[in-house]
T-cell receptor, first 115, second 111 residues
């Protein structure tokens, strides 16, 4: 596609439920990143994929968070047993490669609200 | 000390003014420096991308990087109401390129 696509754009769920967020990167981009944006915290790095591999999961806040990427394209971020502190905007970005010398382009995010 | 510091504002200027936005950082390994613009309920949009020290100009926007001072700036000339948004600085230096962001400066340009 022309840009990074994320779905759903909004998600409201009850505490304790599992949620799955989807990211479709720009075609041909091998690197994919997940970030979280919350009030007062700014944008925080969660996880990075190069192809289907995730060499850096250091930003995942707890073991309730996991992510996968298949076919070198679409990625899903899963949050299990959601907590209220998980409420935030989850942003996905992609770049041509993950070496750091390529700019990242962002989707519009999924706004997650935990009741 | 946070890795990237950015004054959150808000910053309000009249239309046509020159706007100066700044970030400081502590990690000397950072080599790539970016400015993103974010409108409400939208994702960050890349404005400027620079490598190492120096200046880069694109239309009304100029980005400056001073690695010796660990200081980066974005200048907006002839500011327009459509420039009203939150401006985020970001930087990276590692081999995988995950970005470290400032918290953003909220800019309002009044007609």
């Amino acid at each position: 596609g022309a840009g990074v696509s994320q779905s759903p754009s909004n998600k409201v769920t009850e505490k304790g439920k599992d949620v799955e967020l989807r990211c479709d990167p720009i075609s041909g981009h091998t690197a994919l990143y997940w970030y979280r944006q919350s009030l007062g915290q700014g944008l925080e790095f969660l996880i990075y994929f190069q192809g289907n591999s995730a060499p850096d999961k250091s930003g995942l806040p707890s073991d309730r968070f996991s992510a996968e990427r298949t076919g070198g394209s679409v990625s899903t971020l899963t949050i299990q047993r959601t907590q209220q502190e998980d409420s935030a905007v989850y942003l996905c970005a992609s770049s041509r490669e993950g070496s750091g010398n390529q700019p990242q382009h962002f989707g519009d995010g999924t706004r997650l609200s935990i009741l | 000390q946070k890795e990237v510091e950015q004054d959150p504002g808000p910053l309000s200027v009249p239309e046509g003014a020159i706007v100066s936005l700044n970030c400081t950082y502590s990690n000397s390994a950072f080599q790539y420096f970016m400015w993103y613009r974010q409108y409400s309920r939208k994702g960050p949009e890349l404005l400027m991308y620079t490598y190492s020290s120096g200046n880069k100009e694109d239309g009304r926007f100029t980005a400056q990087v001073d690695k010796s001072s660990k200081y980066i700036s974005l200048f907006i000339r002839d500011s327009q109401p459509s420039d009203s948004a939150t401006y985020l600085c970001a930087m990276s230096g590692g081999s995988q390129g995950n970005l470290i962001f400032g918290k953003g400066t909220k800019l309002s340009v009044k007609p």
